[in-house]
């Protein structure tokens, strides 16, 4: 479903109070610039943006029991949650949608979840141009409860030189994994992963999260939800854990990733904490096309143990 372009008070002030907290999340790691320059070849865009999606829960099979609905009753939720990098693959659609492949090569997004999703709902996702190729958005319920938040941007000259790949392990996950503690959180290295993108498979994919932008149908480059999935897999690869919960990412795009490529995801621990008994990760990411080529820094939080767990 395309999205519904709008008058901006549709969505209402309480959008850019939300969001002014979230984008500011962790970027110490991956640095946002909210004030972007106009792209002088960029048409004017509309105000606001709206676009609506059937939720599907995508991880029912998961080995993470916090999408399994018995498992997430337990722990107070109504159902089983649709991962969040689902509802981050929600968000993407408007600026992948304006943008096209130019925010996949040089642009930003931060996504922040607040509420659950849950499959079968329908979702509304807003966006409020707040600035110069800046887009805010917000994610609600079918109630009008707020789910998520997110921040995307689109640079003209392109992000910050790229970091130094060295920086993070490079060596494969093997499948040696220790329960997850911080003890072995902040002491143990990373493996990293290595897949194949074929955009031939990932149509079935993109059903999935009813992603129909021409960037992604029609010229074949990974949709970044796609992307962030294995930021959720090396950390699953290198770590034993119970039900866990993808709370926020801040992606920061140097290139897209085309029909052939590899792509390698590099990871690292940049903290441990623990905030009213729940366990917080919070992993620095690098990925990298057939080893060589940047593709994104992502920093990826998750709660790894929530409270009474």
Same mark, same amino acid.
């Given at each position: 479903m395309q999205p519904t372009r709008c008058r901006?008070?549709?969505?209402?002030? &309480?959008?850019?109070?939300?969001? *002014?907290?979230?984008?500011?999340? =962790?970027?110490? $790691? %991956?640095?946002?610039?909210?004030?972007?320059?106009?792209c002088a070849n960029m048409a004017p865009m509309p105000d606001t943006f709206r676009y609506s999606v059937n939720a599907f829960n995508?991880?029912?099979?998961?080995?993470?029991? &916090?999408?399994?609905?018995?498992? *997430?009753?337990?722990?107070?939720? =109504?159902?089983? $949650? %649709?991962?969040?990098?689902?509802?981050?693959?929600?968000?993407?659609?408007?600026p992948a949608q304006?943008?096209?492949?130019?925010?996949?090569?040089?642009?930003?997004?931060?996504?922040?979840?607040?509420?659950?999703?849950?499959?079968?709902?329908?979702?509304?996702?807003?966006?409020?141009?707040?600035?110069?190729? %800046?887009?805010e958005m917000t994610l609600t319920d079918p109630k009008g409860g707020f789910?998520?938040?997110g921040a995307a941007t689109l640079v003209e000259n392109g992000p910050a030189e790229p970091p130094r790949f060295e920086d993070w392990p490079d060596f494969p996950a093997d499948g040696n994994r220790e329960q997850a503690s911080p003890e072995a959180l902040t002491s143990l290295p990373m493996g990293c992963l290595d897949v194949g993108f074929h955009a031939d498979k990932a149509h079935a994919y993109l059903d999935d999260i009813?992603?129909?932008?021409?960037?992604?149908?029609?010229?074949?480059l990974a949709h970044p939800g796609w992307?962030?999935?294995?930021?959720?897999?090396?950390?699953?690869?290198?770590?034993v854990l119970g039900p866990w919960i993808h709370v926020q990412s801040t992606t920061q795009f140097f290139s897209a990733v085309?029909?052939?490529?590899?792509?390698?995801t590099r990871a690292k621990v940049s903290e441990v904490t623990e905030t009213k008994g729940h366990k917080f990760v919070d992993l620095d990411i690098l990925q990298?096309?057939?080893?060589?080529?940047?593709?994104?820094?992502?920093?990826?939080?998750a709660i790894y143990q929530p409270r009474g767990t």
């Open positions: 901006r008070q549709a969505v209402g002030g &309480i959008l850019q109070i939300r969001l *002014a907290n979230a984008v500011t999340l =962790r970027c110490d $790691l %991956v640095e946002i610039n909210h004030s972007p320059t106009v995508t991880a029912t099979e998961s080995a993470n029991k &916090i999408h399994d609905d018995d498992v *997430a009753k337990n722990l107070g939720f =109504r159902g089983g $949650l %649709v991962p969040g990098v689902d509802v981050y693959a929600y968000l993407c659609h408007v304006e943008w096209g492949r130019d925010w996949l090569e040089r642009g930003t997004i931060t996504a922040t979840f607040a509420s659950p999703v849950y499959d079968g709902d329908t979702v509304d996702v807003e966006g409020v141009v707040a600035a110069a190729n %800046v887009i789910c998520a938040s009813r992603e129909q932008a021409d960037v992604f149908r029609q010229d074949g992307l962030l999935r294995y930021c959720n897999f090396v950390l699953t690869s290198n770590f085309e029909d052939g490529e590899r792509v390698q990298l096309a057939n080893g060589e080529r940047p593709v994104a820094r992502v920093a990826h939080r």
